[in-house]
């Protein structure tokens, strides 16, 4: 049977699943709820779409693999099947699988980014460090919330009490942007592919200061960084890929991003890195990322990127060296 491509159909499954048709693979969406699989069900360039219980996905992924399926990770499906399945299931993943355990923990995260050389926000260990602005995070926050800012020491202390497993971060004043990159074992390279911001509540509303500020994402918006940042930004990419090599011991095949502020003196800090696609990379589904051009000469979504790869991968022989 011709090779499928599967996902959760959520986040960015549109985008996944008809890059994948336009390359030429049969396409899979794997709903949790029968709404959702209504909505799928409409799409001419999704073949079937499954029910599935995810807190069985064990199940549905020996399903897949008798479907001759590979499964591109997102988002939305770490979070609905949870780390430790996502791990386990037994359906080739794109993409380095072990990192979904070192994003689990917000200090494995961190040391990843350290290692490769990318410059984070400065980290506290205890409160009384604390010298400036901070922006405190609960381990298993979601969405941006359960995170607050402190102004001081003294407001820190005093919100602190009582709370379970945290990170206390610098607060880093600028704009926020997110890189997305494409590593590619094919052609044995590291893609800057294009850039978004986030739209959020309760930062980018009409709050007037009258509400405690909160990050939860509605949207995202498209954002074309100024050139001189390119350089930069894609060396950060490249030497994130390379840490994760050596420290993870698995390939970093597929899409990434880097999520970071950019200061007033164009230095950058990157504050967290997601292993696989990003809900961003959809501003650009249907007519191509800003920097795809560059490679291809012709624009290219993410989704149609990855389906590129997966395709020239094949025929080369080489599938094992996306998949995990
Ligand atoms: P994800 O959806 O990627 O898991 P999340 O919603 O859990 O992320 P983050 O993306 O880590 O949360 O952060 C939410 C927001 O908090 C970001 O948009 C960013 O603007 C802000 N933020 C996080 N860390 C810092 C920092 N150290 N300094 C300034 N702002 C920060």
Redesign the pocket.
Known sequence: EKLAVATVASHTALQILRGAKRFGFRTIAVAGRADAAEFYRQFGFIDEVWTADFRNFVKTAEKLVEANAVLVPH?SYVEYVGWRQALEAPVPTLGCRELIRWEADQYKKMELLQRAGVPT?RVYKTPEEVDRPV?V?LFG????RG?FLARDREELRRRLAGLGEYII?????GV?AYYHFFSSPVYGRVEVFGADI?Y?SN?DGRTFGWVEPT???VGNLPLVLRESLLPTIWKYGVQFAKAVEEAVGCRLAGPYCL?S?IRDDMSI?V??F?GRI?AGTNIYMGYGSPYSVLYFDRPMDMGERIAHEIREAARRGRLEDLFT
């Open positions: 988002g926000p922006i995070k926050a979601k969405g941006g995170y971060q610098e607060y880093v004043f926020p986030r959020e930062v990050f939860v994402v999520e502020i800090s504050f967290e997601s990003v």
